[in-house]
């Protein structure tokens, strides 16, 4: 049997079974984006308005988000961690954003009206491709998901944020981008500050 | 002769009523969230004590302080000692999601302790993936149970 786990026709007790080192198995958009789909139907007859159902798929990218964070760094970064605001955040745009959509985020910016937000956008976000919101759902983002699991690494390492995922316009193209919006807990700003002094 | 002022842990007499050899006295906690989700005595010989030494569990605890500051001075995973009681050391690890693996141990074994920290790591994490698992929920895995056991033996005694 060539199912991963299973040797000589027997299953593997999980801790002998191998960490995958390298992302062979990538799964196909088209599934993914099914498989997608049917937690948004799921979770929309059991929500009473659109923030509840950002809320709902956010949480569900929390538990992605953390296990993300371990094996990330302990798969390429040999359990180096980041301990400053900048190194998780560059993290985010470039190790996160290569494992699970195959290309780095397209910018990470600083708020310019308060010190403890930050922005990473996405032209075209991967998760988003197949879904078309109707007007009545106003300013939904089902990139509230990705939002999630940027929220989940965060929290995970020690920088509780705020995260909300937003749709900008953008010049020249048809599609709103997605801007993933941050916003520190004020302990990490105490922190970051204590540390960098 | 003034004995009673130096508690020295390591000449209390353990559960089964024997004295413990000195130089075997060892205490695992895995600490996630604040909280212990796995705890382990190891002791040379392979046994292991099914309950755990509280006086051990105390200093484990009163370490978690120094952890904590320690956590956001280095990248790295492991912290080394981080906290002293009469001759017994704590010695600390993290993970990058800051899950705190807390060995108590007498002696010193730097290099053999950061290899069991090391390679407990990986079955921690294999553990973790698990989508039920949380922060809080206590490791009861006896293959888990087993691997720390391998470790100790090949690392620590």
């Known amino acids: 049997m060539s199912q991963r786990g299973y040797q000589g026709g027997q299953l593997q007790p999980l801790v002998d079974r191998q960490i995958p080192i390298r992302p062979r198995n990538e799964v196909s958009l088209g599934a993914f984006a099914f498989l997608f789909s049917e937690c948004i139907q799921y979770f929309q007859t059991r929500v009473s308005n659109v923030g509840e159902l950002e809320r709902r798929l956010a949480d569900v990218g929390f538990d992605v988000g953390v296990r993300l964070l371990e094996l990330l760094i302990y798969r390429e970064k040999a359990s180096k961690r980041e301990i400053k605001v900048l190194g998780i955040l560059s993290f985010l745009h470039t190790n996160v954003w290569k494992c699970l959509f195959g290309k780095i985020a397209d910018s990470l910016e600083k708020g310019t009206s308060a010190e403890d937000e930050y922005m990473i956008s996405d032209n075209d976000l991967l998760v988003n491709k197949f879904i078309s919101v109707p007007r009545d759902m106003g300013n939904l983002n089902c990139g509230a998901f990705v939002a999630g699991v940027v929220e989940g690494v965060l929290k995970s390492a020690g920088f509780p944020a705020r995260v909300t995922a937003h749709s900008v316009g953008v010049e020249g193209q048809s599609r709103p981008k997605t801007t993933i919006l941050i916003k520190f807990e004020p302990e990490v700003l105490e922190r970051e500050l204590r540390l960098g002094s | ?157």
Not at chain 2, 1 to 17: F, M, Q, T, Y
Not at chain 2, 48 to 72: G, K, M, P, Q, S
Not at chain 2, 107 to 112: Q, S
Not at chain 2, 117 to 146: C, G, Q, R, W
């Open chain 2, 1 to 157: 002769d003034g004995s009673h002022a130096h508690l020295r842990p390591s000449h209390r007499p353990c559960g089964s009523g024997r004295m413990p050899r000195e130089t075997s006295t060892l205490t695992f906690v895995i600490v996630g969230d604040d909280t212990p989700i796995y705890e382990c005595e190891l002791r040379a010989g392979g046994k292991r004590e099914d309950t755990i030494n509280y006086l051990h569990e105390f200093v484990l605890h009163a370490a978690l302080d120094n952890v904590e500051e320690t956590i956001w001075t280095t990248p790295n995973s492991y912290l080394k000692a981080v906290d002293r009681y009469y001759d017994l050391t704590v010695s600390a690890y993290t993970t990058s999601g800051l899950v705190k693996f807390l060995l108590l141990h007498d002696g010193k074994n730097d290099e053999g302790i950061r290899g069991f920290f090391h390679d407990l790591h990986e079955y921690y994490i294999k553990v973790m993936l698990n989508p039920f698992h949380t922060p809080k929920t206590k490791i009861t895995s006896k293959d888990f149970d087993a691997k720390v056991k391998t470790l100790a033996s090949k690392y620590l005694l």
